[in-house]
């Protein structure tokens, strides 16, 4: 079972949406600098469907996407929650999904939105034009590389 430690609605994690991150623990990855070490041990509370539908009654209208930040122990588990948010809003709400995999994982196919790869330090995160990480938007099968979204070019506005 998947347990997540919080939760919060973010406006970059997945652009041009208004997302619910859901915060989950227990990640195997154990990156070097790390931005959230504490999600590396396993705390928090149970991630189900129970939650999932107070969260979507509590925030449905104020959000367009939920993603999972995080779940790289237990994909399957992801993918189903990511099925049930779906179903549960009639599609209306996207998922997303933020795995610290180096591939896409197998059987992985109710995302609107997935970004891929370890963190590696001295190749920087996602808004790194030298990162090794990778967002991808995902419509009707096809799958769009959609990284440079998150590139800082240094000019102030």
């Known amino acids: 079972m998947l347990s997540y430690v919080s939760y919060d ?3 970059q994690e997945i652009p041009g949406e208004v997302t619910l991150a859901i915060n989950i623990s227990n990640c195997p990855n154990n990156c070097k600098g790390c931005h959230s070490p504490y999600l590396q041990e396993d705390t928090g509370e149970i991630l189900n469907e129970t939650v999932l539908a107070e969260l979507l009654e509590s925030y449905g209208n104020a959000v367009t996407c939920i993603c999972f930040m995080g779940g790289d122990a237990e994909p399957d588990e992801v ?16 998922t997303g999904w933020y795995s ?5 994982p197998v059987n992985i196919s109710h995302f609107d939105f997935v970004k891929l790869g370890s963190y590696v330090e ?14 991808y938007s995902i419509e009707n099968g ?16």
């Open 9 to 11: 609605i973010v406006f």
């Open 79 to 94: 993918e189903r929650l990511a099925v049930f948010v779906r179903t549960y809003s009639g599609g209306k709400i996207k």
């Open 100 to 104: 610290g995999c180096d591939i896409f």
């Open 122 to 135: 001295n190749l920087g995160g996602l808004d790194a034009p030298t990162t090794n990480q990778r967002f």
């Open 142 to 157: 096809t799958v769009t590389d959609m990284t440079e979204l998150f590139f800082r070019t240094g000019k102030e506005t």
